[in-house]
């Protein structure tokens, strides 16, 4: 069974910074492409950031230069350093990954980004 259990959310002023970090167990982490989506208020949820076995790396546009995700295969864990954050930011953040065919989802973590 594959637990993803996210952590570090929490409530910060514009401008400021914070890191996620998804706990995986379950898998042969190293081996998994890794994902971070967020779901805002009313809204769909999307992807942020992935990061595949080979530490390769993409975000979508509006994080792109502001948020960093990387992974830390001997701690099986993944991370989400975000940066400059706007209040558009504020949304729950899941960790995702696609394991033998299927999704495995944490339960997420919120962040606020409020003044």
């Known amino acids: 069974q594959v637990y993803l259990r996210e952590s570090g959310g929490g409530s910060v002023q514009p401008g400021e910074s914070l890191r996620l970090s998804c706990a995986a167990s379950?898998?042969?982490?190293?081996?998994?492409?890794m994902n971070w989506y967020r779901q805002a208020p009313g809204k769909q949820r999307d992807l942020v950031a992935t990061i595949t076995s080979d530490h390769t790396t993409n975000y979508t546009g509006s994080v792109q230069g502001r948020f960093t995700i990387s992974r830390d295969n001997i701690r099986r864990t993944l991370f989400l350093q975000m940066n400059s954050l706007e209040p558009e930011d504020t949304a729950v953040y899941y960790c995702?990954?696609?394991?033998?065919?299927?999704?495995?989802w944490g339960t997420g973590t919120l962040v606020t980004v409020s003044s």
């Open positions: 379950g898998l042969n982490f190293k081996l998994a492409a």
């Open positions: 995702n990954t696609k394991w033998y065919g299927r999704d495995h």
